[in-house]
C-alpha cells in the first residue's frame, strides 16, 4: 500500500513559557536553521535566547491559540484528515519537524507502505525542507518543493475570490512570504516571485495592484527584501487605505501569519494612517488545497 507523510515544521504544546523554551532549543539547536558555528551558538541560545525569548513568544502564542490547540497542529492535523478522506487507497499521516507528533512516530504508523513525504513549504529552502530531509530514510521519496504546480496556484487564487466575494477587493495585495538571510536566500527568493507571479496571473491583477514581500526577520544580519511590516507602513504613509495580505508561503495559519501580519503588522498600517487592514487565512483545509495536496502527493499536474 502507499502512503503520504506531511510534514510541518512545529509548534509548541502548550503556550507557555515552558514549552515554547522546550520547543524552540530544538528548533534553534538545528544547523539547517542556524548556521553559525555550534561553539558560538549554543551559548549564546542557553545562556541568552532561551532566557528571554519563551516568556515573550508564549505571551504571542496566547494570543492566537484555538480552543483545539496551536493553529498550525490543529489545520495541520485537519488537513491530513481530510487528504486520508480524499486518497481512501492511500494511508496519510502528519508529523511536525520539531516537536510531536514526531517523524519517527508518524513512519512507525505507515510501516510497510511505499511512502512519499511532503514537507508542507510550497518554496525550497535549505532550513525547512533539507531539514525535513535530515530525518527520513535514505531512499524514501520526498516532494522538495511545489511552488509552481497548477493545483497549488489555483488553490491559492481560490481562496483569495472567497475572500474578495465577502469583504469586496482592495487596492493592494500584499504576498507575504517567511524571509531568509539574504546571503544563500537568492532561489529560494526566486521561487517566491515566480509564486506570486503565477498567482497574480491567475487573478489577472496588475503589476501595480500585488507586490512580494518577506516577513520573519530573525537576528542582525540583511534578510530578503522588501521587508512586509514597513512596507505596509510605507503603504500607509503613502495613502494606501486598505490592503490585502496573503501569506503563499504558509498553507497552514500560524503564529507567523495570525500573530505577526494580523496582530502586528495590522497595528502598524492603521498607526501609519492605513484604514482597513485584511489578513487573508491561509490555505488550511479548503477544498481546494485538499485537492491540490492530493495531486502533489500522487505526482500528478
Known amino acids: 500500500m502507499k502512503g503520504v507523510l506531511l510534514v ?33 551558538w549554543l551559548p549564546i ?35 491530513a484528515e481530510a487528504l486520508r478522506a480524499a486518497m481512501p487507497d492511500f494511508r496519510v499521516e502528519h508529523a511536525m519537524r520539531y ?36 530525518k527520513l530514510p535514505a531512499g524514501l521519496r520526498m516532494v522538495r518543493e511545489f511552488h509552481d504546480h497548477p493545483a497549488y496556484i489555483g488553490a491559492l487564487a481560490a481562496q483569495l475570490r472567497r475572500h474578495w466575494e465577502h469583504h469586496g477587493r482592495g487596492g493592494k495585495l500584499v504576498l ?10 537568492a532561489s529560494y527568493q526566486r521561487q517566491c516571485l515566480v509564486t506570486g507571479d503565477l498567482l497574480r496571473t491567475a487573478l489577472d491583477l496588475g503589476a501595480g495592484e500585488c507586490m512580494v514581500t518577506f516577513q520573519s526577520r530573525f537576528g542582525y544580519a540583511e534578510w530578503l527584501q522588501p521587508y512586509t511590516e514597513p512596507t505596509l507602513v510605507e503603504l500607509a504613509r503613502t495613502g494606501t487605505r486598505r490592503v490585502d495580505v ?23 498600517f492603521l498607526a501609519a494612517g492605513g484604514r482597513d487592514f485584511y489578513l487573508v487565512p491561509c490555505l488550511n483545509d479548503s477544498p481546494e488545497w485538499i485537492s491540490a495536496l492530493a495531486a502533489i502527493a500522487r505526482g500528478s499536474g
Open 99 to 134: 516537536g510531536e507528533p514526531s517523524i519517527a512516530s508518524a513512519l512507525s504508523r505507515l510501516q510497510g507502505c511505499d511512502v512519499t513525504a511532503v514537507p508542507l513549504y510550497p518554496q525550497y529552502s535549505e532550513s525547512t525542507t533539507e531539514s525535513v530531509a535530515d
Open 45 to 79: 541560545l542557553y545562556g541568552i535566547v532561551l532566557r528571554k525569548r519563551p516568556a515573550q513568544s508564549a505571551k504571542k502564542y496566547a494570543a492566537v491559540w484555538m480552543p483545539e490547540g496551536s493553529p498550525l497542529a490543529v489545520y495541520t492535523r485537519r488537513q
Open 176 to 185: 507575504s512570504f517567511h524571509g531568509l538571510p539574504k546571503r544563500g536566500g
Open 246 to 268: 496573503f501569506c503563499p508561503g504558509f498553507v497552514a495559519d500560524c503564529l507567523e501569519t495570525l500573530e505577526e501580519i494580523g496582530i502586528g503588522a495590522r497595528e502598524a
Open 8 to 40: 510541518n515544521l512545529g509548534t509548541p504544546a502548550a503556550p507557555t513559557p515552558q514549552a515554547v523554551k522546550r520547543y524552540l532549543a530544538e528548533f534553534l539547536s538545528d544547523p539547517r536553521v542556524v548556521k553559525l558555528p555550534r561553539l558560538l
